[in-house]
């Protein structure tokens, strides 16, 4: 019995997906932030890896940023800036556990807007700053 040309094929991309981080192939949360940008703004396209850089470097009033604990690089180790405590890589491709849980990052985007920029963030504000972590390579 021959195999099939056309499974193996299909086979050996699912292989390769499976194997990239979930940001590589999709995200799911990207995405339910892009529903929710759409009906927040029928003028809304998409979401800008430049205004998300912009957002990750920019002091609030709190003199903070996310670049203070995160480092320039979101794919560098990290330090909180009070209590020293080293964080993981930001970026999933040094890290492939980030953006994979939506209670997680809904989490830490409202603790972390509220520190660094001392109110929440909005769901524009999100969608652009994932789209810059994400790609981050």
């Given at each position: 019995?021959k195999?099939?040309?056309?499974?193996?094929?299909?086979?050996?991309?699912?292989?390769?997906?499976?194997?990239?981080?979930?940001?590589?192939?999709?995200?799911?949360?990207?995405?339910?932030?892009?529903?929710?940008a759409?009906?927040?703004?029928?003028?809304?396209?998409?979401?800008?890896?430049?205004?998300?850089?912009?957002?990750?470097?920019?002091?609030?009033?709190n003199?903070?940023?996310?670049?203070?604990?995160h480092?320039?690089?979101?794919?560098?180790?990290?330090?909180?800036?009070?209590?020293?405590?080293?964080?993981?890589?930001?970026?999933?491709?040094?890290?492939?556990?980030?953006?994979?849980?939506?209670?997680?990052?809904?989490?830490?985007?409202?603790?972390?807007?509220?520190?660094?920029?001392?109110?929440?963030?909005?769901?524009?504000?999100?969608?652009?700053?994932?789209?810059?972590?994400?790609?981050?390579?």
């Amino acid at each position: 019995m021959k195999p099939n040309f056309r499974i193996c094929t299909l086979l050996a991309c699912l292989a390769t997906a499976a194997a990239l981080p979930l940001s590589a192939v999709a995200n799911p949360i990207l995405d339910g932030y892009r529903a929710a940008a759409k009906q927040d703004n029928a003028a809304f396209k998409d979401f800008s890896a430049a205004a998300g850089q912009k957002l990750y470097t920019t002091a609030g009033p709190n003199q903070l940023s996310c670049s203070s604990c995160h480092t320039d690089s979101p794919k560098n180790p990290g330090k909180h800036a009070k209590t020293n405590k080293v964080i993981e890589p930001l970026a999933p491709s040094a890290n492939p556990k980030r953006f994979t849980d939506a209670a997680q990052v809904e989490k830490w985007f409202k603790r972390n807007c509220n520190d660094a920029l001392a109110r929440a963030c909005t769901t524009q504000e999100k969608g652009d700053f994932m789209t810059y972590v994400l790609s981050v390579k």
